[in-house]
């Protein structure tokens, strides 16, 4: 079973950075496959915030375009977020898998909160 663990999580206040970490050791496809960045905010369903190919083209929400920006590196099968601008209503528990995520397989996630 594919095993992510998710990190870089903290308190930041709003129009704050954060880079958040992801390893995918156990996924042996890591480099082909699309990997993403979803998150739960309090009261709601996990969402998707980015994805990310094999080859590194990237798509985001509309919500965090131009603020976040999502990359990796296959080799240490590692995939990054990074955030800027952040606003209070991103607050939430950020997750990586891959995209989509057809077997369910979830890490425990990072909290991500933002508030002054």
């Known amino acids: 079973q594919v095993q992510y663990v998710e990190s870089g999580g903290a308190l930041v206040k709003p129009g704050g950075s954060l880079n958040l970490t992801c390893t995918a050791s156990?996924?042996?496809?890591?480099?082909?496959?699309?990997m993403g960045w979803y998150r739960r905010a309090p009261g709601n369903g996990r969402e998707l915030v980015a994805h990310?190919?094999?080859?590194?083209?990237?798509n985001y929400v509309d919500s965090v375009n131009d603020r976040f920006t999502i990359s990796r590196d296959n080799g240490k099968k590692t995939l990054y977020l990074q955030m800027n601008k952040l606003k209070p209503e991103e607050t939430a528990v950020y997750y990586c898998?891959?995209?989509?995520?057809?077997?369910?397989?979830w890490g425990q996630g990072t909290q991500v909160t933002v508030s002054s």
């Open positions: 898998a891959m995209y989509p995520n057809r077997d369910n397989s």
């Open positions: 156990r996924l042996i496809m890591f480099t082909i496959a699309t």
């Open positions: 990310i190919d094999g080859g590194g083209r990237a």
